[in-house]
């Protein structure tokens, strides 16, 4: 089955600011950010079944950045992995939904993450587990550009082309803020694409991370380097709050902000065009 892309950005983006906005609270500008990579994993390059999220030899997708968790929700929802009313119990007492993914709570979720530079190490255990198993398995991951401040990003970095893990491919949501400044001036990792392939590692830099097109063409690109005995990094130039303007405008402020019932159907209205 094909999928119109851009509309599916649009459902993932409305279902994230809608229980977000049910909550009063989240992670909301990176969340936003990551929507055109998951769509284009989850709806045309993964091998993957919602009718079945323990097959044998499927692609996997670790979300490093853990504080995203209600992008990758919202993106299973719409795949069909759990109904979408779900949603709305977010990080409330008793969810399958908590703030940071849950392998152990949530159908879909293919690794726990949380604290920062983890869940990257533990998507090239996955990688080389895979190719122990010969799976035939595609492991993606997504990191942040704060996240990449921490050192076991780059350890992992190492091992994993060191061991020649090429089925593994990794995203870098360059969206240039964290929590509380840019990441340029709290701990400025550029050059990055040069850091990347200075560990080994095949590197794709996309100049827009949120047009879904030119995600989906370097996902293409990325797996054109399995077999190369490199794994591959795609660097994403993205926009923190992207699809909101509001969200946009609080630049680092929207790392994690309150977000209403109200500011969240007005923004479902814009990302709908409906303004």
């Known amino acids: 089955m094909s ?17 977000i906005g049910h909550l009063g ?5 990176g ?16 091998n993957i079944d919602p009718d079945d999220p323990q097959m044998e030899g499927r692609d996997r997708f670790v979300c490093s950045k853990g504080h995203a968790g209600p992008a990758v929700y919202a993106t299973l929802a719409n795949r069909g992995y759990f109904d979408k009313s779900e949603l709305l119990t977010l990080n409330i007492g008793g969810t399958h939904l908590p703030s940071h993914c849950d392998m152990n709570r949530t159908v879909g ?6 604290s920062l530079g983890q869940g990257f190490s533990c998507a090239v255990g996955v990688a080389l587990g895979s190719r122990l198993e010969e799976d035939g398995a595609t492991i993606y991951t997504l990191i ?12 992992a970095a ?11 491919i990794g995203f870098t949501d360059y969206n240039k803020l964290q929590i509380d400044n840019t990441v340029e001036k ?18 794709i830099e996309v100049e827009d991370g949120n047009d879904v097109d030119q995600v989906s063409a370097a996902v293409e690109h990325a797996k054109l380097g399995i077999g190369s005995g490199k794994p591959t990094m795609v660097i994403l130039n993205t926009l923190k709050g992207c699809g909101v303007q509001w969200i946009v ?3 680092a402020g929207n790392h994690n902000c309150p977000v209403s019932e109200e500011q969240a159907e007005a923004a479902i209205r814009e990302i709908r065009g409906e303004d």
């Open 144 to 155: 942040g550009d704060g996240e990449s401040q921490e050192g076991q990003i780059w350890e």
């Open 31 to 46: 969340c936003l950010s990551i929507v055109e990579a998951l769509a284009v994993l989850y709806f045309e390059a993964m």
């Open 249 to 251: 405008e609080l630049g």
């Open 158 to 168: 190492m091992f994993a082309a060191a061991k020649g893990l090429d089925n593994l």
């Open 186 to 203: 709290v701990n400025n990792i550029a050059p990055l694409a040069e850091k990347w392939a200075a560990f080994g590692w095949n590197v």
């Open 25 to 29: 609270v989240g992670h909301i500008g």
């Open 3 to 19: 999928y119109d892309l851009k509309e599916v950005c649009k459902d993932i983006r409305c279902d994230i600011m809608t229980c």
């Open 109 to 114: 979720i293919d690794m726990t993450t949380g």
